[in-house]
T-cell receptor
Framework: DAGVIQSPRHEVTEMGQEVTLRCKPISGHNSLFWYRQTMMRGLELLIYFNNNVPIDDSGMPEDRFSAKMPNASFSTLKIQPSEPRDSAVYFC?????????????FGPGTRLTVL | KQEVTQIPAALSVPEGENLVLNCSFTDSAIYNLQWFRQDPGKGLTSLLLIQSSQREQTSGRLNASLDKSSGRSTLYIAASQPGDSATYLCAVDQTGANNLFFGTGTRLTVIP
């Protein structure tokens, strides 16, 4: 298996633009997680899905952020409009089980820079 | 809100030394605690998970302990190797929170 695939790997955009990050989980996995990592705040869980259904989005920073999982093999994290403080590395992870602490497999991340 | 702290932020040791990484958390109402490893430019790899009812877990040269009442966990690495160089993060699964709370990590460098 190719592991968790994220695209793009790097994104540079201007403030106010819409940004869409994409994730393909490992085939057969039932849970998908979106994380954000910054120097100031460390790693934060934004939202996670079980069987394509959002379970908890309390980590989503504000309404500018939205995530979807239209099917078992694809998820998006959208920021609209983007702001410089959104600059971070965004990780997607997937796991076979439904619990938060089932072994998660992380993608390589998307480094987002908002100018 | 749960706060997870890791001290020190960075640590350098010569190869072969045993070392201890520390993790503390403010709310002891947790399901479990995990230790992860993150290599530069990569995602996280799970190392060990300790349930709240357990005191320690071992995997190879790694041993993690948990003292829930005092809000502390340690990760002991025996006979360190240059390949152990990475950032180590702990994360707490808090009761009723549906969230994982991560520490900011300790960046370990093992010098050959």
């Amino acid at each position: 298996d190719a592991g968790v695939i994220q695209s793009p790997r790097h994104e540079v955009t201007e403030m106010g633009q819409e940004v869409t990050l994409r994730c393909k989980p490992i085939s057969g996995h039932n849970s998908l997680f979106w994380y954000r990592q910054t120097m100031m705040r460390g790693l934060e869980l934004l939202i996670y899905f079980n069987n394509n259904v959002p379970i908890d989005d309390s980590g989503m920073p504000e309404d500018r952020f939205s995530a979807k999982m239209p099917n078992a093999s694809f998820s998006t994290l959208k920021i609209q409009p983007s702001e410089p403080r959104d600059s971070a590395v965004y990780f997607c992870a997937s796991s076979r089980g439904l619990a938060l602490t089932d072994t998660q497999y992380f993608g390589p991340g998307t480094r987002l820079t908002v100018l | 809100k749960q706060e997870v702290t890791q001290i020190p932020a960075a640590l350098s040791v010569p190869e072969g030394e045993n070392l201890v990484l520390n993790c503390s958390f403010t709310d002891s109402a947790i399901y479990n605690l995990q230790w992860f490893r993150q290599d530069p430019g990569k995602g996280l790899t799970s190392l060990l998970l300790i349930q709240s009812s357990q005191r320690e877990q071992t995997s190879g040269r790694l041993n993690a302990s948990l003292d829930k009442s005092s809000g502390r966990s340690t990760l002991y690495i025996a006979a360190s190797q240059p390949g152990d160089s990475a950032t180590y993060l702990c994360a707490v699964d808090q009761t009723g929170a549906n969230n994982l709370f991560f520490g900011t990590g300790t960046r370990l460098t093992v010098i050959p």
